[in-house]
Nanobody, 125 residues
Framework: QVQLVESGGGSVQAGGSLRLSCAAS????????MGWFRQAPGKEREFVEA????????YYGDSVKGRFTISRDNAKNTVYLQMNSLKPEDTAFYYC??????????????????WGQGTQVTVSS
């Protein structure tokens, strides 16, 4: 089992920044990748970014490219999501997720086995 705990959400004005953290515990060392997804009311869960634990390859969703940056600290089993130039349309519940296997799309939420409880990000105009 892998436990994930997100932190760092909150409210910010458009153009501002926030940094989310996701601390992994349990058998976190056995996972392949970590991802961030978000879900706004009435919308599908959307891929934001992902990173491979070993090697650090990163993957970005089109809507956040150039504004958000994912990073990891292997020693702390923690993944970060630095969000800059935030827009009102970034308002959503943000979830951290762990993908155990290298097989299957890294962009699909259903390929991730473990999920955190989520944290709210609200961007006002």
């Amino acid at each position: 089992q892998v436990q994930l705990v997100e932190s760092g959400g909150g409210s910010v004005q458009a153009g501002g920044s926030l940094r989310l953290s996701c601390a992994a515990s349990g058998r976190a060392f056995s996972t392949y990748a970590m991802g961030w997804f978000r879900q706004a009311p009435g919308k599908e869960r959307e891929f934001v970014e992902a990173i491979i634990w070993s090697g650090g390859n990163t993957y970005y969703g089109d809507s956040v490219k150039g504004r958000f940056t994912i990073s990891r600290d292997n020693a702390k089993n923690t993944v970060y999501l630095q969000m800059n130039s935030l827009k009102p349309e970034d308002t959503a519940f943000y979830y951290c997720a762990a993908k155990a296997s290298p097989y299957g799309s890294i962009y699909q939420a259903r390929k991730y086995e473990y999920w955190g409880q989520g944290t709210q990000v609200t961007v006002s105009s």
